[in-house]
Every structure is written in structure tokens, then in C-alpha cells.
């Protein structure tokens, strides 16, 4: 295989550590191109059963700038190892490691909270100030304010913070939020509950001497009943001071019908829309055309098929002609797919079937 060095760098940079390690012996060419730092830059490293981190590996741990860390959580001993492999990365590292993502896989112990995972990543960050993104979306326990507070004190140079997963419910209140906003100064891109969010995080955000706010990701879930929803005007104002600004929101099971108005204010930028609420939608889909038809792209819909739900999505079809993905996980009409490849030029993937398949449905891509 003659392809340039740089090249085959840039390929190995797409393997998990133990393949990369595997390479790195397979012959004297390729183990030079595993030295080359390219070859490192962004790594996986899996912490699973079956799957172990020998010692040996941990002189390239350093050379990481973009860890994804993947841990199964019910053997202890893989969530140690995820540690001692952070640990590496951070104190050996000399600043290098910018990102870190956490993907937890498999079963959870039960009753688990993470205590010992949130704890570790505190005492090991406060060898690692340098990170500029932390993506804490796949850990399937709820992070606590304390955690998260540690977190924004010990990475004054986050740019981006995720700490919105899914399956969880919103443990960080908006005080918390402010302090990450306070000791984070350049954040840029936030995801979190809508439930952390407040009046004063908005007047923060709106600050003079914050940079501009590139992306907001938001769940809605079920905690948003405890807090009283934002008028309309604070995202008017929070879009003047930040116009590039776009949104991707989530709303879910758990939030109750009565709530998603609410989370679904008109001058919210949103560019990314998940409606996975099982409900009916049929005044929401109206809503979404209303609102969101110049900045939607993608959508997703997670609802029940009626002839009602056709046409408002053939509706839909006409307002929201920038739509490059659009996802529904109920039957529609041939007609509906048809609106949508005739009215949205930049269509790119779309999931609408007009009968029912075996899950995971599969979605088809367009040239
Ligand atoms: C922090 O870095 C120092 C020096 O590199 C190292 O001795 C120490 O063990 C590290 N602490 C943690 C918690 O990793
Ligand atoms: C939340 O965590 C669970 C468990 O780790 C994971 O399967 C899920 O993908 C996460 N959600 C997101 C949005 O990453």
C-alpha cells in the first residue's frame, strides 16, 4: 500500500486505541505513521468486558487531543480503567487534551449514581484546565451541582459544555448554570435542560463581554413543570445580541402536553427539532410551520398516523422548505413524501414510510 504518510495518519486517526496499538505492530512503515501525532489526534479508547487497556498503551495516551471515552459501567473494574486512562491522557498529556466525551454502553448497576465516576473526573481535571469541549450527553446518571460546579471551576477554557443526556432528569439549577457561565467565559455552545435555564441565565448570556453564542442544545423533559415558561420577548432579545445563534430542542415522553407550548416559543431560533412525545401533534406540527419555517433543517417527529397528521405535514412540506432531514416514525401518505421531495430542495435524509417495518426503520438518503 503506497498511500502518503499524512494520509494514512489521518485514516488510523479513526481507529479505537486497541486497534491502533495493533497497528502500530503490524510493520516498521506503519509503526512509524503511529508515531506521527495525527495518527492520535482524536482517539477512542472502549473500557468494556472482553476489552482490556494493557499499561503498555498508555505512552500515546498523551499524544490524544480528542478523547471519546466508551465504558461499560456494570464491571467496576472498566470504570477504573476509564480513569486511569483519563488520568493519562490529562497529567502526561502537558495541556494537550482539548476534548473529552464520555459514552457509557450496557447496563447500568442499580441504584448507580456515578459517585465514583463524577468524583474521579474532578480529582483527575484538576490536572486538565486546557479542555475547550466536554460532552457529558451519554453518562446515564443524573450529574449533580456540585459536580457540574467543580467541573466549570477546574475547565476555565470550556467552549463548549454538554451535559444534556436524554434518559436522565435535570439535576443542575440555574445558579449553577450562572456560576458555569461566570467561570467559563468563552462558552460558546451550551447543551443542557431547559429546566437549568432562568431569566438571569438569559441575562447573562446577553452580557456585554460574552462572545457570541454559537448553538444551545435543550431537553425538555419532565422538570420544565416546575418552572414557569420564558415569554416569548427574552428570545427576541437573546437573538439580537446573539444573530448567528441556533437552537436544536428535544422535547420528550415525560413532559406533559399542557408544558409544550410553552418550550416551543416562537422566536426561538431552533434549527434542530426532536418531538418525541408520542402524542398527537397535530397543533404542534401548525405551530412548528408557523414559527420555525425559515431556520428548521432538521426534524423529527415521534407521533400517531392519522389523515389529519398528513395534510398538516403536507402543509408542513410548503412552509419549511429548508428542511435537509425530516424523520417520522409513524405511516404517512405517499403524498406526504412526495410534498416533501418536491418542497424541499436542500432535502438530504428523510425516514417516512407508508407502511410499518420491523424497527429500526431505515432512512433513505437522497443524492
Ligand atoms: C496531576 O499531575 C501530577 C503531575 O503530573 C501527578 O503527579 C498527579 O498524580 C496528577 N493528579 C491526578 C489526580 O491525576
Ligand atoms: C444518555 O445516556 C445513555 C446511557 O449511557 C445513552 O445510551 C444515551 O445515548 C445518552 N443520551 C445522549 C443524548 O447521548
Given amino acids: 500500500m503506497d498511500l502518503p504518510e499524512e494520509i494514512l495518519a489521518h485514516i488510523f486517526s479513526f481507529l479505537h486505541l486497541q486497534d491502533k496499538c495493533n497497528a502500530f505492530t503490524v510493520c516498521k512503515a506503519w509503526s512509524n505513521i503511529m508515531t506521527h501525532p495525527s495518527s492520535w489526534k482524536d482517539t477512542e479508547v472502549r473500557c468494556e468486558s472482553g476489552t482490556s487497556v494493557p499499561d503498555g498503551y498508555s505512552a500515546f495516551l498523551p499524544l490524544v487531543r480528542n478523547l471519546k471515552l466508551r465504558m461499560g459501567l456494570i464491571d467496576p473494574a472498566n470504570r477504573k480503567t476509564a480513569l486511569w486512562v483519563l488520568r493519562q491522557a490529562v497529567a502526561r498529556g502537558d495541556g494537550r487534551l ?7 454502553v450496557g447496563n447500568t448497576p442499580l441504584f448507580y449514581a456515578g459517585q465514583d465516576l463524577q468524583q474521579g473526573l474532578v480529582d483527575i481535571l484538576t490536572n486538565g484546565s486546557s479542555l475547550t469541549m466536554l460532552d457529558l450527553k451519554g453518562v446515564p446518571f443524573t450529574l449533580s451541582d456540585s459536580f457540574v460546579r467543580s467541573v466549570a471551576m477546574l475547565c476555565p477554557a470550556l467552549l463548549s459544555l454538554f451535559i444534556n443526556n436524554d434518559s436522565l432528569v435535570c439535576g443542575v439549577n440555574a445558579e449553577t448554570l450562572r456560576q458555569v457561565l461566570k467561570c ?3 462558552l460558546n455552545v451550551l447543551g443542557v435542560f431547559q429546566a437549568s435555564l432562568s ?8 452580557l456585554p463581554e460574552r462572545p457570541a453564542l454559537k448553538k444551545l442544545e435543550l431537553r425538555c423533559e419532565r422538570s420544565l413543570k416546575y418552572t414557569l415558561p420564558f415569554c416569548d420577548q ?13 437552537v436544536e430542542l428535544e422535547l420528550d415522553h415525560t413532559l406533559p402536553e399542557l408544558h409544550f407550548s410553552g418550550a416551543l416559543q416562537p422566536s426561538i431560533p431552533v434549527r434542530c427539532l426532536r418531538l418525541l412525545t408520542f402524542t398527537l401533534l397535530l397543533d404542534v406540527v401548525q405551530i412548528v410551520g408557523q414559527s420555525y419555517a425559515k431556520t428548521l433543517e432538521v426534524l423529527e417527529l415521534q407521533t400517531t398516523a392519522s389523515p389529519e397528521l398528513n395534510s398538516a405535514l403536507m402543509a408542513l412540506a410548503k ?12 405511516v404517512v401518505s405517499q403524498e406526504v413524501i412526495t410534498a416533501f421531495i418536491t418542497n424541499c430542495p436542500n432535502l438530504k435524509r428523510y425516514t417516512l414510510k407508508t407502511h410499518k417495518e420491523p424497527h429500526p426503520w431505515t432512512c433513505t438518503k437522497l443524492k
Fill in 199 to 206: 431569566q438571569d441565565v438569559f441575562k447573562d448570556l446577553m
Fill in 184 to 186: 467559563c467565559r468563552s
Fill in 234 to 246: 427574552i428570545w427576541v432579545e437573546l437573538k439580537l445580541r446573539h444573530p448567528r445563534l441556533w
Fill in 319 to 330: 412552509q419549511c422548505v429548508n428542511l435537509q432531514e425530516f424523520h417520522c416514525y409513524c
Fill in 98 to 104: 482539548e476534548g473529552l466525551s464520555i459514552c457509557c
